[in-house]
């Protein structure tokens, strides 16, 4: 038996044509339909371009579309293989829940949709990735630069080693930004996000989808939700609901998940969707952990037979 973690990447792993041979696999059309409900034209949207698909309350939902219909046909098949806890970054987080059982799909888009709206209102400030950064430069960086009176600025994600994204306001940014590159970090790249995501000043944001999450239902979840905002696996929904409350303007803490996924036994972590960024960040993370991509329906069906040639690292 194969000890396996699923891993669902977050905004940025969008790209055209994912999902071309899911659209049409349950649950995908009633995820379309909720979808439209929303005012999201997905189908257009996975039919078409990058920029197309560039909008966050766009991708957020492509995204949960894609995840979850892929972990739903996870969850059918494969022999063999013991999942034993999921994770996702950021929005990849929701596709987890449905994975572990918590949320049901369409809930999971209802709240997905109402998320990428909120974080797409909330147009102040923006992020910046440092590379080359600790978590302990990035956080006196940001002590440094906010008690200087520039503006608001936080560690909003963290990656792995040497990889931390910071989130704030546009000065406080930049000002972080200049001071990175004094203290020898390699790189500060902003990104091209809509808005200073996880940190205080999604604050509006998080409480408006917060109070659609206290409405939601929640089951139990059959695995373990190693979470965001602490790394912490989880099965108890009102545990879930708190910490899925607090995760829009909290760090992403995606090195403690790879850490407590790995704590739960697994042997290798399948990224569930598109690309393989959360692969690259496992190896930085546990070079011990092997990865493998599910991003289509055959590769799903086929993860047995992946698993048995998975790579190391």
């Known amino acids: 038996m194969t000890r396996v973690a699923l891993v669902f990447p977050g905004q940025g792993s969008q790209a055209a044509g994912m999902g071309a041979d899911l659209l049409e696999v349950a649950p995908a059309p009633e995820l379309l339909d909720v979808a439209a409900g929303a005012g999201i034209d997905l189908r257009r949207a996975l039919a078409g371009d990058e920029e197309g698909l560039r909008p966050t309350e766009v991708a957020q939902s492509a995204l949960l579309l894609v995840e979850s219909v892929l972990a739903v046909r996870l969850g059918s098949v494969t022999p063999g293989v013991e999942v034993v806890g999921v994770a996702g970054h950021s929005v ?30 909330m147009r102040e400030g923006g992020m910046t990735a440092l590379l080359g950064a600790s978590e302990e430069v990035a956080t006196a960086i940001c002590a440094e630069v906010s008690a200087s009176g520039c503006g608001v600025v936080v560690v909003a994600n963290l990656n792995g080693p040497g990889q931390v994204v910071i989130s704030g306001e546009r000065a406080a940014l930049d000002a972080a930004a200049a001071l990175a590159r004094e203290r020898g970090v ?13 940190s205080p000043l ?10 659609l999450i206290d409405a939601a239902p929640l089951a139990p979840a059959a695995v373990p939700v190693v979470c965001n905002v602490d790394g912490a696996p989880v099965r108890d929904p009102d545990a879930l ?45 546990d070079p011990g952990l092997r990865t493998l991509q599910v991003a289509s329906a055959a590769a799903a069906s086929d993860l047995g037979a992946a698993l048995a040639g998975a790579p190391h690292g």
């Open 92 to 121: 990849g987080e929701y596709a987890a829940l449905v994975a572990a059982g918590v949320l049901e799909p369409a809930v999971a888009m209802r709240l997905v949709a109402a998320r990428g709206r909120a974080m797409a209102a």
């Open 241 to 285: 609901r708190d910490r899925l409350r607090r995760q829009l303007a909290s760090p992403v803490r995606w090195s403690d998940c790879v850490g407590g996924l790995a704590g739960l036994g697994a042997e290798v972590l399948v990224e569930v969707g598109p690309g393989s960024v959360l692969s690259g960040l496992t190896g930085r993370i």
């Open 202 to 211: 999604m604050s509006v944001a998080a409480e408006e989808v917060g109070a």
């Open 186 to 198: 390699r790189r500060a790249m902003p990104l091209r996000v809509s808005g200073a995501f996880h």
